[in-house]
T-cell receptor, first 113, second 111 residues
Framework: SQKIEQNSEALNIQEGKTATLTCNYT??????LQWYRQDPGRGPVFLLL???NEKEKRKERLKVTFDTTLKQSLFHITASQPADSATYLC????????????WGLGTSLAVNP | SQTIHQWPATLVQPVGSPLSLECTVE??????LYWYRQAAGRGLQLLFY??????ISSEVPQNLSASRPQDRQFILSSKKLLLSDSGFYLC??????????FGSGTRLTVV
């Protein structure tokens, strides 16, 4: 069955450093990979989407890479700020039109001032 | 701009009582709509999705049901709640080309 793994341990970093979060998947042929931010008690907020034929996508301080050989995506936040503290979720959509995302459990990020 | 409204924000219901959660979308037409549940320590679980009025696909067999009476309205229902129905319910719309937009969620506690 399809499986997505994200760092289960919380990531603590110092303000100004780069945060790197990992999303690994198995038994899957993704067409799209998405990253979301979720704050406590709120719904996820879409951040970035990367397609299977793209290696990298950037948006302001955010960068996502997608390696279909390693079956891995990395999510980077450069010049991190305390306001970046949240849980970050990755989600995959399979090739084919089934409209279903497979979600990771998320990684909690804490940026310390 | 597109917005999604979901209510109520919190709900405490006794076991065996009915449930109705409503979600509406503004600023778009014929959206794909989704109901998710997020239990503590678990990932987002897709419950239902709809590609149009009256078209509902169920992902998880359970005592919940969904309906889409209007293009931008999506309703999650139950005739009799179970303790295991407790969780954080999220409505979403969107598609794989541009990500999904989630509502603010409903925290349901069945007691």
């Amino acid at each position: 069955s399809q499986k997505i793994e994200q760092n289960s341990e919380a990531l603590n970093i110092q303000e100004g450093k780069t945060a790197t979060l990992t999303c690994n998947y198995t038994n899957y042929s993704p067409a799209y990979l998405q990253w979301y931010r979720q704050d406590p008690g709120r719904g996820p907020v879409f951040l970035l989407l990367i397609r299977e034929n793209e290696k990298e996508k950037r948006k302001e301080r955010l960068k996502v890479t997608f390696d279909t050989t390693l079956k891995q995506s990395l999510f980077h936040i450069t010049a991190s700020q305390p306001a970046d503290s949240a849980t970050y979720l990755c989600a995959l959509e399979r090739a084919g039109n089934n409209r279903k995302l497979i979600w990771g459990l998320g990684t909690s990020l804490a940026v310390n001032p | 701009s597109q917005t999604i409204h979901q209510w109520p924000a919190t709900l405490v219901q006794p076991v065996g009582s009915p449930l109705s959660l409503e979600c509406t979308v503004e600023g778009t037409s014929n959206p794909n709509l989704y109901w998710y549940r997020q239990a503590a320590g678990r990932g987002l679980q897709l419950l239902f999705y709809s590609v149009g009025i009256g078209q509902i696909s169920s992902e998880v067999p359970q005592n919940l049901s969904a309906s889409r009476p209007q293009d931008r309205q999506f309703i999650l229902s139950s005739k009799k709640l179970l303790l295991s129905d407790s969780g954080f319910y999220l409505c979403a719309w969107g598609g794989h080309y541009y990500g999904y937009t989630f509502g603010s969620g409903t925290r349901l506690t069945v007691v």
